[in-house]
Every structure is written in structure tokens, then in C-alpha cells.
């Protein structure tokens, strides 16, 4: 029976799945495949949650759009475990909060601030710390320093607002060693861990791309990297995004 969102069959979608939440990005990754955008399936435009399947450098591979904030990944997620989904890597952009951190420059998470809604009801409130799978986290960064790009490994903090107006909203979280806010991680490595625990070999990652950053006297609107730069920034993690989602590191045992 199809999932309600995803519609979709067990099948439809490789074990591996890499996580944009635009979907235009989807689209951009899925033109990325063997062969090109023209050899990739379609599985699901249901919501405009572009699902794609197809093959980079022979390994089967899906790209799924999740939308943004965790209660939209959440959903996509959960669908996407029922059907089969086994190594699951968020693909996406953050704000820049940390020491050091620059726009245009990647983010690899190790762990994510499960600072949103979706994950505190998951949880009832009981403290927990969601991280991601280390041989997931070592396969990006084996994969960025084979791109020669500029990365940075750490914690993120999983956030329901973009537009916060509280003034030491970014001095708070980056005096405790976050790197960036995003929308999305806590939810998956939650997702992730629990069906791990349940008993299904799953794992979890994010990468992110520094689309603008906070600081004194620095917002979002200030910060944001010109569109063109930003795709042309982005472009760089998702080739980094599909070398480690195929890497034999990541697919053995699949």
C-alpha cells in the first residue's frame, strides 16, 4: 500500500536516500545520476515532495524531498523507513553561528540540539542527545577532503523558528559550541536511532552548506549568500553528498 505522502511502493526507493529539503535541489541531485535527470524515476511528486531513484556511479540511490522543519521531515522520514530506507543523509543548508564558520563553507553534523518541537514530543520532554552515525559522518568527510572543500565537524541545533528575534538567541548556543542552526537533524538521528534500536540496520547524517551567518549586528538578511553563489556552493556538497552516499564505506553490507 503506498504511504500516504510518499506515494510510493516498497521498492520504489534505494536504501539509500540523500535528504534536500528544497525541491529544486532534488531535482538538481537527481540530474547528478547516471545518465543524467531523463534515466532517473520519478517515485513521488505527491506535495511537491519530489522523490527520485536511480543510479550514481552504479550504486542505486534515491533523492526525497522533505520540505522544511522537522515535523515535514518527520513525516517523510517515517514514510521512508516503512519502504525500506536504510542510510538516510539530510542535504542542506544552515546558518552559521560557530567560531570560524564562514557562508559558502560546509557543515558536517556530529550531533543536533533537539531545540524543535517535533522531537521534544518524540521524547516527552526527557533529555536525549540525537547524533549521527559516525561512519556516515567519516564517509562525508573523507568525501569533502577529496573535493578540497572547506568543512567544519560538529554539533547543530535543530531550531522551528528562521526568523528569531530574541538578540542573544545566536550568543546562547554558539557559547556552547554549535556550529549552526538548521531545521531538520534532530528529527532524523531521533528517527534514525529509534529504528536502529528496533532492530533495522539504519543510519543517519547531515551535511549543510553555510548560507548566511549570525553575529553582532549580523542577520540572515544581511549575510545570505547571493542565489547564484549559494547554487553554485551548494553544487559542491551535493557531489560531496553522492561520493560518500556511494563510497564503499557506506554501502557495504546494502
Known sequence: ?????????????????????????????????????????????????????????????????????APSAAIVVEELLRLGARRLIRVGTCGGIGRGVRTGEIVIASAAVPFDGTTATFLHGEPYAPAADFGLVRALVDAAEAERATYHVGLVCTVDVFYNPDADYFSRWAARGVLGFEMESSALFYLAARADAAGDDVRAATILTVSDVLGPNVTSEDSYLPLDELERRTATMLRVALAAATSPAVTAGL
Open 1 to 69: 500500500m503506498p504511504q500516504i505522502h510518499l506515494r510510493a511502493e516498497p521498492g520504489d526507493y534505494a536504501p539509500i536516500v540523500l535528504l534536500p529539503g528544497d525541491p529544486n535541489r532534488a531535482t538538481a541531485m537527481a540530474s547528478l545520476f547516471d545518465d543524467g535527470l531523463a534515466a532517473a524515476r520519478t517515485v513521488n511528486d505527491h506535495r511537491l515532495l519530489f522523490g527520485y531513484t536511480g543510479t550514481y556511479g552504479g550504486v542505486p540511490i534515491s533523492v526525497q524531498t522533505t520540505g522544511m522543519g
